[in-house]
């Protein structure tokens, strides 16, 4: 029997739930709320999760015994959900199933009704019909979706009449594998094959490339720091991951050349590269996150990166999901997601295949704080 | 089988005197049990519980939803306890002995032995802190007690001919019991508050696919993702370790029994491994309570506690001493576990008036405390607490007494109950035919409701409070038959039933009598109906000649039966008239006339049937 205790305090809070299924997103649709959602075959639910109260109780935790989610909303879904966006200053969130072109739109829903409900589909005209959609939001302007399965059917879609607003215009075939906006027109696009693109919704024609500079064959994804609801974008730091454990960091100013890199100190548990993430704590400075590898979420400080190519130790590692007090095992369970909150500097939530999720506060015990 | 009819029936679930709501005391959503089901004739009361978060009248199931229609005792074919929490079973006493009820009331070993200990408890407060009047006395609790049947897991229990009750293991405290209802064909299973995940003491729950027409299940918690065990116990050993740490004290009240050898095993587990120094206790009251009520209810706890207490003797822990008052004084760090679980009397409140002024110390609440105790207070964040003159009871305290709280408070919930996923499981394990879920918020609920008929391909109902559900069911009905009814069900053209052969009579308060009772009873006038049938047979005998050969044959095959040959030529059988006739141009053609009445309709088919097949060959003259 394990007991997640050692001398040295690790965690000022944690806490671990089962879902009946999986999930293999998290999207914050609000403070103390986030949505996960199945990925099975076939029928799936969409459920919308507070977060236990003691956990935002700070100075009055001891009188809160609250240390349960709570399902505040639950739909249901035909398929499989691979990628979920909460569209914001609304209540809805946008799906897609990760092998079709097509994007389902979702009211989570109000006080009145606890049903998540399905309020349309948005069919994209994309060139590859089975990779499934990247899918980010502006934080500015009218309600809109940036989608795209390749770098050339990247569109920005109106949600409640389904009208274009933008389409890149490009016949780069490249696989995306990640989408975000870093200011409330510009946008980053990471292919699978590590090169980063900017774009911005404003002019069709305007697109930048930068090659990610690693070996050849591995598939990247992206993660970005940046306040995306300025109108230009700011100081923004991107990292992009790669399947052999490197991780590259850029100035969004400069992006073909990187400030520094690292070999991460992963020793990979599955084959399977789709998983893999990257993201950076949006309240603490040079603090990167990365899952997918195996069943461990291993927090970075780049502040001691170099240009060139050297091994870091992370300065934490989250090992909750390989250990369970459940019946299976799930010493091959692979982290499939991982968020963090957005203004708690150091409240990380993470998901895995064995339909674990925790939440949890990490202490940082370096002497190099993020 | 004859005799037998299914009607559609329905069945009554009313929460008329039932209710919840959330109070933000404490942070618990506190609520008050009291179903009433209405199943074939009969009228249970599920849970008779105080409601904890009033302190007038609304504080008790309102029963004149019941009383308008007669007495209790009348009304009531029993009344059956889940377990011995306030909520479930703190209007008993009120119910049976100050609005009336001298029925049966049933609940398990461990539940008759704990209520009263937590009623008796709870009257003190209530009167003897509170000041108030409208309540139950001590003497009412012990002659409510006399009322109670205990219940063994898995027995069926006869309340009385038709209505049988049986216990099922719930988890959740000791004692506590899901009850299946039956009556006929018809049953309920109502869970009580339940646990389908096993903790350190208790089991969880369980159930036979007994397949009832309703499972009616609390859905206070049926929306909620529980954090697993491990993190609860990691922020319950975190704080004690802290505390000790910096030499403060931990004082942790307690029931006597069930959380608190939970708590037990944990700390003692940790302090093995941390190598820890610092003395635990536990007060003798509580070890000597505990150990009587374990060896009553050894069954009750888990796998585990079993085995752990074989080996060793119950409270023969390492690391953990029996506690003297004298040691409340002594410097230093240490653990304490004490009763009362509430703080409003006795050994626990005494320490806490010794270690509250003092900010290294700590204290623990692991459940929900009663309005107007101390536990209460503190919980609600009550920095400085006084008791008034009026409260004299507890003679350790002067009048103007005063305590600043300066430890820190902890309110850590380890009572268990079941979740979405604990409720999923729980279907699944007994197969209902329909789902009733109480004390939810509807419109909270609607997902869950939508996954259950999804899911299980059956109806859920979320009736509110004061509503009443009414479900409808496909029961078989026994009826009681006359003979002689019985002997003319015959399907047509079948075998010749046997006048002689003894049929079975069911035992039932619905009477199937013959139509002529009928009638008379219901002053219908009778009216006769008659049946002819031709059959035509080839035959070259003479009419009369025929008529013997009908005679004699029939007489051979129907044995038993009156067979006449009239002078006229004509053959009766019982009242079927058979005339045999021919045409001059036809000689050899015959044609039989049958008649009878339509009470012999099933001879006379059979009569038909035979005549149709010809007359045999050779037959003796009479």
């Known amino acids: ?370 | 089988p004859t005799g037998l009819y299914a009607v559609p029936r329905s069945m009554h679930v009313s929460l008329s005197i039932s209710s919840s709501c959330s109070f933000s005391g404490a942070g618990q959503d506190v609520g008050r049990s009291c179903i009433l089901v209405s199943i074939g004739g009969k009228n249970i009361m599920l849970d008779c519980g105080m409601h904890m978060g009033y302190n007038d009248d609304r504080r008790f199931p309102d029963f004149s939803y019941i009383t308008q229609q007669g007495r209790l005792t009348e009304f009531l074919d029993c009344v059956i306890i889940s377990h011995f929490h306030l909520d479930h079973c703190g209007a008993l006493p009120y119910m049976s002995e100050m609005v009336g009820y001298d029925g049966p009331i049933y609940m398990t070993h461990p539940t008759k032995a704990i209520c009263p200990i937590l009623l008796e408890d709870f009257r003190k407060i209530t009167v003897d802190k509170k000041g108030e009047t409208n309540f139950f006395t001590s003497q009412m609790i012990k002659d409510c007690m006399k009322k109670v049947i205990p219940l063994n897991l898995h027995q069926t229990v006869q309340v009385d001919d038709e209505l049988e009750i049986k216990a099922y293991y719930a988890g959740h405290v000791l004692g506590a019991a899901m009850v299946q209802i039956k009556v006929g064909s018809e049953s309920v299973v109502y869970t009580g508050d339940y646990n389908m995940t096993p903790d350190r003491h208790l089991g969880a729950a369980w159930i036979d696919k007994c397949r009832p027409d309703i499972l009616i299940s609390e859905s206070t918690y049926a929306t909620t993702i529980r954090d697993s065990k491990r993190c609860r116990e990691r922020d319950f050993l975190k704080k004690v370790h802290e505390t000790v740490e910096r030499g403060g004290k931990v004082l942790i009240p307690v029931f006597a029994l069930g959380r608190a050898q939970e708590l037990c095993i944990l700390l003692e587990t940790f302090w093995e491994r941390m190598n820890m120094k610092a003395p635990i206790y536990f007060s003798t009251g509580l070890t000597e309570k505990a150990n009587h009520y374990y060896k009553l209810f050894i069954t009750w706890t888990n796998q585990k506690i079993r085995k752990t207490f074989v080996q060793r003797n119950m409270f023969e822990f390492k690391h953990i001493k029996a506690f003297d008052r004298s040691y409340i004084d002594n410097p230093g760090p240490m653990v304490v576990f004490a009763t009362p679980g509430m703080l409003h009397a006795g050994l626990s409140l005494q320490i806490f008036r010794k270690w509250a002024g003092n900010e290294k110390n700590m204290i623990i609440m692991p459940g929900y405390c009663v309005q107007g105790t101390i536990g209460h207070k503190i919980l609600n964040g009550q920095k400085k607490l006084e008791l008034e003159n009026r409260q004299t009871v507890i003679p350790e305290y002067e009048p103007g007494w005063s305590l600043e709280v300066k430890l820190q408070v902890e309110y850590m919930s380890f009572s268990a109950h079941a979740d979405a996923k604990g409720i999923m499981q729980l279907i699944r394990m007994a197969e209902p035919r329909n789902m009733l879920l109480v004390h939810g918020e509807a419109k909270k609920m609607e997902f869950l409701k939508d996954k259950i008929e999804q899911e299980f391909s059956i109806n859920c109902f979320m009736p509110a409070n004061g509503e009443t559900s009414t479900v409808a069911t496909n029961p078989s009905v026994p009826v009681d038959i006359s003979l002689n009814l019985l002997k003319r069900e015959m399907a047509l053209g079948g075998p010749l039933p046997d006048p002689k052969k003894p049929r079975t009579i069911w035992r039932a308060s619905l009477r199937l009598v013959s139509p002529e009772q009928a009638l008379k009873e219901l002053g219908l006038s009778e009216h006769q109906l008659r049946f002819t049938c031709r059959v035509q047979l080839q035959d070259a005998h003479s009419d009369s000649d025929t008529h013997i050969r009908i005679y004699t044959h029939l007489k051979s095959v129907l044995k038993g039966y009156t067979i006449q040959h009239l002078p006229d030529g004509t053959v009766m059988v019982e009242s079927i008239v058979i005339k045999v006739s021919s045409s001059p141009e036809e000689p050899n053609t015959k044609v039989l006339l049958l008649s009878w009445s339509y009470q012999d309709e099933d001879l006379g088919s059979f009569l038909s049937t035979l005549l149709k097949k010809g007359l045999p060959a050779a037959l003796s003259s009479m």
Not at chain 1, 235 to 260: E, M, T
């Open chain 1, 1 to 370: 029997h394990c007991v997640l205790w050692t001398k040295e305090e690790r965690y000022s809070n944690i806490h671990e739930y089962q879902l009946e299924h999986p999930t293999r997103v998290i999207e914050w649709t609000g403070e103390k709320n986030v949505c996960v959602a199945g990925y099975n075959l076939s029928k799936n639910e969409i459920l919308e999760l507070l977060l236990p109260l003691k956990l935002f109780a700070d100075d009055n935790q001891g009188l809160c015994a609250e240390r349960d989610f709570k399902v505040v909303h639950g739909g249901f879904t035909d398929g499989s959900i691979h990628c979920l966006k909460h569209i914001p200053g609304t209540r809805c969130v946008v799906t897609n199933d990760g092998s079709s072109s097509k994007l389902q739109v979702w009211d989570v829903g109000g006080d009145d009704c606890d049903v998540i409900k399905k309020t349309g589909d948005i069919h994209l005209k994309t060139a590859s019909l089975d990779k499934g959609v990247k899918i980010d939001s502006p934080l500015t302007g009218n309600a809109s979706v940036l989608h795209g399965s390749q770098v050339n059917d990247i569109q920005l879609t109106e949600l409640t009449s389904g009208t274009p607003l933008y389409t890149l215009g490009t016949d780069i075939p490249d696989v995306l594998s990640s989408l975000r906006f870093v200011s409330g027109s510009v946008f980053l696009a990471c292919s699978v094959n590590g090169d980063v693109y900017v774009g911005d919704t404003r002019s069709p024609s305007y697109l930048q490339k930068s090659p990610a500079g690693g070996r050849e064959g591995n598939h990247w994804c992206m993660g970005v720091r940046a306040d995306s609801s300025l109108p230009e974008p700011s100081s923004c730091s991107v990292a992009r991951l790669s399947s052999s454990c490197q991780a590259v960091v850029s100035d969004l100013r400069n992006l073909k050349s990187p400030v520094c890199q690292a070999q991460l100190n992963v020793q990979r548990k599955t084959t399977s590269d789709e998983f893999l993430i990257v993201t950076w704590a949006p309240a603490l400075d040079n603090c990167l996150a990365v899952s997918g590898f195996d069943g461990m979420v291993q927090i970075y400080n780049t502040a001691s990166w170099r240009p060139e190519l050297m091994e870091f130790q992370p300065i934490f590692i989250h090992r909750g999901h390989m250990m369970s007090d459940a019946h299976f095992d799930t010493s091959s369970s692979v982290v499939t997601t991982h968020v963090w909150h957005p203004s708690r500097p150091w409240t990380v939530l993470s998901a895995a295949g064995d339909g674990s999720v925790h939440v949890w506060d990490w202490v940082d015990n370096t002497t190099a704080s993020c």
